[in-house]
């Protein structure tokens, strides 16, 4: 629902009235769960009928379990996404209000209020016969065994009965005061704008979640739980010592608050069409949770000039409409609202042990951080031609960001192996060109098409820590390097048992994976960077009467990424699934293959597959 109202008061009073109300309602009953599945691995029989993969446990004891009363525990991904049944509703109700009164010829003043409200509802309901409920009661039914068979069920710690219901409600107000002075005149040859104005805006959010076990739909009914045992473990399906813990958040409610005010003011004079200066300041103040007035505040300014070289007198060409230059520079500031100058904790309970409160410290005391800040000198062209048929407009721009906030290793005696600090600066440059050409008009028929084109290239030019060459591997900022960079070690192919190794720089000497910890930073290369330098899209529409055809597509290139790792699985196959001349096979030359001899265990040597994901065997571009 969309109304929109303009209302004249008086000649020179006007308002202005918005409404939007919004409903939605949808269903999220994909399985994303099918991601993990072997490529082997059977969805359907022959005959169309769902085919049951193993649960849990071994097959001969489940069956013992469910001759005792317990639920089967077979499982078929397909089953489980068309059982699904979750649900998100939303309502939002979005309203303003705005005055402008103009006193005197060329001055305004206005006033703007903003109220918007909104609730959003996710139910994800799993059945009796739903997997999901059944490996829960069956994990926490507390069985006796005689040797190895479990003969008697001494207890159901969750129902046995009924579904489970999770349940999500948030809750969201907001509300913003915009008032704004705008003076604009002329004075010869020159005309000149002046704006002044602040706001305040507030926004306040609630959200609370619970899961109902043992739910009966038709009665409305639920049952009880002792959660703190499940957390803290109680026997189980096993019939053995060993407990069985419900990692599963209690019941619970957050809140969010977040306010702002803002000053702002833009100034612009021009001259007889041709030249243009301007000028824009601006003041953000928030409400983080900080003691230091300093990291709340955000200045920013900006200020140009352009030249509209179409309108001069010595420039005579009637297939030129328009052409201007503009030249601009100014300062941002960028904060990470979850981070402060200030330690920060939050409450807590512990629901897996004693359930005393305790104080998680979520940010250690930084006294020395700031605001990011990026001084930005910007040159753009924008020119059109034939009767507004093609129009070209460039930026050209370097930045310079000063204190980039980045995760960075800490000495790990202080209580922090790792900090979130000001830790950068960098150097970025680029060009975004948009292209539109207009090929076909008429009456009924009209033909356009946009293309948009970026190019980036950025490098860090100084650091305020020490990298050690585990952040490097990450990617954190490194001087000399872009934001997202590839780090890599030289791969040294499969040795004669089939195992990973790697070389150092200048060494071709194969080294086994288990050395891998032997690397330095100067042992690696830099392959390129993870995020595309260039990239844009196309976009055409064609029109005819009241039909409309849009076609768009995106690109980028010129990034790199990495491969997937082959990684063992517990039943003798690789999770991805790799020909002879990728893997390694007994007998054959295999120090160019990086599919190593394949171990069927349930956890792998995290050296081994360092080895083999950091390595640059495993990054293609792009």
């Given at each position: ?18 409404l ?5 309602y ?49 499982r ?16 939002n ?19 703007q ?16 016969d ?9 994990q926490?039914?507390?069985v006796?065994?005689?040797g ?30 915009r008032?704004?002075?705008?003076y ?6 020159f ?22 076990w ?11 739980v002792?959660l703190?045992?499940l ?13 069985q ?5 209690t ?10 005010t803002?000053?702002?003011?833009t ?7 041709r ?20 990291f ?25 409409d328009?052409?201007?230059i503009?030249?601009?520079?100014g300062?941002?500031?960028?904060i990470d ?5 200030d ?7 512990d ?7 305790y104080?998680?410290i979520?940010?250690?005391?930084n ?12 040159l ?29 290793e ?19 440059r680029?060009i975004?060109l ?7 008009k008429?009456?009924?028929?009209k033909w ?17 820590y020490?990298?050690s ?8 900022p ?42 330095t ?50 039943f003798g196959?690789?999770t991805e ?10 007998g ?31 990054f293609?571009?792009?």
């Open positions: 629902l969309l109304l929109n109202n303009d209302i004249n008061l008086r000649h020179n009073l006007t308002a202005a009235v918005n939007r109300a919004t409903h939605q949808s269903r999220r009953n994909g399985n994303d769960i099918a991601t993990d599945l072997e490529p082997w691995k059977r969805i359907l029989n022959d005959d169309g009928s769902y085919y049951w993969e193993p649960g849990r446990v071994d097959e001969t004891y489940a069956a013992h379990l469910e001759a005792l009363g317990m639920k089967n525990w077979n078929n991904r397909l089953e489980e996404m068309r059982m699904n049944d979750k649900k998100s509703k939303m309502y109700l979005s309203s303003s209000l705005k005055i402008a009164w103009k006193p005197v010829e060329g001055l305004e003043l206005s006033t209020g903003n109220y918007e409200f909104g609730k959003t509802e996710d139910i994800d309901w799993y059945s009796e739903h997997y999901f409920t059944r490996n829960l009661v069956n926490f039914t507390q006796r065994r005689e190895a068979v479990p003969v008697e069920i001494l207890k159901y710690n969750v129902p046995s009965s009924g579904g489970i219901k999770d349940f999500t409600n948030e809750h969201l107000v907001s509300y913003s005061v008032n704004m002075v705008t604009s005149g002329e004075k010869g040859d005309t000149y704008k002046v704006m002044a104005g602040n706001e305040f805006y507030s926004l306040e959010g609630t959200a609370y979640s619970n899961r109902l043992g739910y009966d739909p038709e009665l409305l009914t639920s049952q009880s002792n703190t045992d957390q803290n473990g109680v026997p189980g399906y096993t019939g053995t010592s060993t407990k813990k419900l990692y599963y958040d019941p619970g409610t957050s809140e969010t608050l977040e306010r702002y803002s000053w702002f003011g100034a612009s004079v021009n001259y007889r069409d030249y243009d200066l301007f000028g824009s300041i601006r003041l953000d103040q928030t409400n983080l949770l900080t003691n230091a007035s300093e709340r505040n955000n200045p920013s300014w900006s200020v140009g000039v352009k030249w509209n070289m179409a309108h001069e007198d010595f420039f005579k060409c009637d297939r030129v328009d052409l201007g503009r030249l601009a520079y300062l941002t500031g960028n609202k979850t981070t402060g100058p330690i920060v904790g939050r409450a807590e309970i629901t897996y042990g004693t359930m005393l409160n104080l998680d979520t940010n250690p005391a006294p020395d951080l700031g605001w990011e800040r990026t001084y930005s000198w910007n753009g062209v924008n020119a059109v031609f034939f009767g507004n048929r093609l129009s070209i407009d460039a930026d050209f721009y370097n930045k310079k960001s000063k204190k980039l906030l980045a995760t960075v800490n000495d790990p005696t202080t209580g922090w192996s790792s900090v979130y600090k000001n830790s950068a600066e960098v150097n970025n680029g975004d948009t292209l539109y050409g207009q090929f076909l008429t009456a009924s028929v356009d098409a946009t293309l948009q084109f970026s190019y980036n290239k950025n490098e860090v030019t100084s650091l305020s020490t990298p060459i585990g952040s490097v591997y990450r990617g954190s490194y001087k000399g390097q872009p934001i997202g960079y590839l780090a890599v070690h030289r791969y040294g192919g499969l040795d004669e048992n089939g195992e990973p190794t790697f070389l150092l720089k200048g060494d071709d000497t194969q080294h086994p994976y288990s050395e891998i910890g032997s690397l930073i100067d042992d690696l290369e830099f392959a390129g960077r993870t995020t595309p330098p260039v990239f844009g899209s196309f976009s055409t529409n064609i029109r005819y009467c009241d039909f409309t055809l849009n076609i768009m597509a995106t690109y980028k290139f010129g990034h790199k990424m990495r491969l997937p790792n082959p990684r063992a699985a517990m196959m690789w699934w790799y020909g002879e001349e990728y893997r390694w096979v007994a054959q030359d295999n120090r160019d293959k990086w599919v190593p001899y394949h171990q069927t265990q349930t956890y792998e040597d995290s050296d081994r597959l360092n080895c083999l994901q950091r390595s640059d065997a495993a293609r571009s792009l």
